[in-house]
């Protein structure tokens, strides 16, 4: 639909219609705001050893799976807001647990050794392993 200027306008026009009543032309009140949430599943594939270097590759596909859960409130305003201060706060108060060298990396990889997660969980972003297992060959 989008291809389209005729497409674009109704989708505009129409929001509510074409979100199934999710979004409106109108804001949401302070009230939605506070009741909304999320829930994100997420399935994850990789090793269950470690490289010894940054330079190795894996020989072999993923064999360790994760399912893990991530969860909280007011998405839009609240759950953004507290994901960054936390991330910032984490770069200037552990900056010896993050990466000493490289470019740009992902929140991933450049939080892995620091207590993001948990100051994370603290303040209502809550993320959960639901499940690991074995992927066979």
């Known amino acids: 639909m989008t291809k389209f200027q005729f497409g674009r306008n109704l ?3 129409y929001p509510s219609l074409f979100s199934f009543g999710f979004f409106d032309i109108e804001e949401p009140s302070e009230e939605k705001i506070q009741k909304s949430w999320f829930s994100v599943t997420l399935l994850g594939k990789g090793w269950k050893e470690k490289l010894a270097g940054p330079e190795d590759q894996y020989k072999n596909p993923p064999n360790k799976g994760i399912i893990a859960e ?5 998405p839009g305003y ?6 960054l201060v936390l991330a910032g706060i984490v770069i200037l108060t552990e900056p010896t647990k993050l ?3 490289g470019g740009v990396f992902p929140p991933g ?3 892995a050794d620091t207590t993001l997660i948990e100051q994370l969980n603290d303040n209502g972003v809550t993320f959960k392993l639901v499940k690991e297992f074995d992927i066979g060959e």
């Open 11 to 13: 989708l505009l026009k």
């Open 78 to 83: 609240g759950a953004t807001c507290i994901c």
């Open 109 to 111: 990889a450049c939080f």
């Open 99 to 101: 990466p000493k060298a």
């Open 70 to 74: 991530v969860k909280g409130k007011n």
